[in-house]
């Protein structure tokens, strides 16, 4: 490791699995200090033992105003500063397949999470950024909110605000020497995206996958499968000043789906000429 965030002080919400997870222990391993954010208490409390002096838990509900307060008063408070917030917590709701079979029951909640959460984290850290020398936020946002696509509604347009929502406050921070980007991740390995359910066993899991690999893969043109460490890597990168001079972009960590349409459809359409054209 280089230590590229040595003697940074970093916060991760959602921050006990999946990109968060890896995301903070390879800010640790990079020399952070790391206020771990969570709902899950006991997950959160284990994980920064087993990190040590360099973390620390902070029981947060992202959509709870006086939560995000609170998380960013205690991580300038237990570590004396904040350089880097990312703003990973995020849910994905009600997965109904179709628009029409969505009720919205869940709506209040998503947004409250995906985008409240994600606006009231940076109002605070950007607040305290500013009056002491600039820092950075990152934005986790997704795939589903730079394409256009079917079901979860949801989900999708509080994707699609945070994108928006990241390049509006990179503009407005950026006097006070804040850099704020955001993540597009796309078909990472998480249980966000496993679509698991409670009391799976490993076969059963491991299963699901393989099941789900290929569906995966259509869309993809790079069909390495991703991992939440590939995305804690790009956040590691735009959190670091090797992207001193980077803000306001959308970061695709996602294979090559938002490039474009990996089928060859002029191949497509040769092969069905030549058939049509058979004697």
Request: with cysteine; net charge negative.
């Amino acid at each position: 490791m280089r230590q590229d965030l040595q003697g940074k002080v970093a916060i991760v919400t959602g921050g006990t699995g999946g990109i968060g997870r890896a995301t903070v222990e390879l800010f640790v391993a990079e020399g952070a200090r790391v206020v771990i954010a969570d709902i899950d208490a006991q997950a959160g409390e284990k994980f920064a033992a087993q990190l040590g002096s360099a973390a620390a838990f902070k029981r947060t509900d992202v959509a709870n105003v006086e939560d995000v307060k609170a998380l960013v008063d205690f991580a300038v408070e237990h570590f004396g500063g904040l350089d880097i917030l990312f703003n990973n917590a995020g849910i994905s709701g009600a997965q109904h397949p179709r628009f029409l079979d969505d009720d919205f029951t869940d709506f209040h909640k998503v947004i409250g999470i995906n985008l409240y959460g994600v606006m009231m984290g940076s109002r605070y850290a950007g607040k305290y950024m500013a009056k002491n020398g600039g820092g950075v936020i990152i934005n986790n946002a997704s795939i589903a909110g730079v394409l256009p696509g079917q079901a979860m509604m949801s989900y999708r347009v509080t994707k699609a605000a945070v994108i928006h929502f990241t390049k509006c406050i990179a503009i407005d921070l950026a006097e006070y020497g804040i850099r704020v980007n955001c993540l597009a991740p796309g078909h990472i390995r998480t249980p966000l995206t496993s679509f698991t359910m409670p009391g799976m066993d490993e076969a059963q899991s491991t299963r699901l996958r393989e099941a789900l690999a290929p569906v995966w893969d259509s869309n993809q043109p790079l069909k390495r499968h991703g991992s939440p460490e590939d995305v804690a890597r790009a956040v590691l990168f735009l959190s670091s000043d090797a992207s001193a001079q980077i803000t306001g972009v959308v970061l695709p960590v996602d294979g090559g789906i938002t490039a474009g349409d990996p089928v060859n459809h002029l191949q497509e359409i040769f092969a069905a000429r030549a058939s049509a054209l058979e004697p």
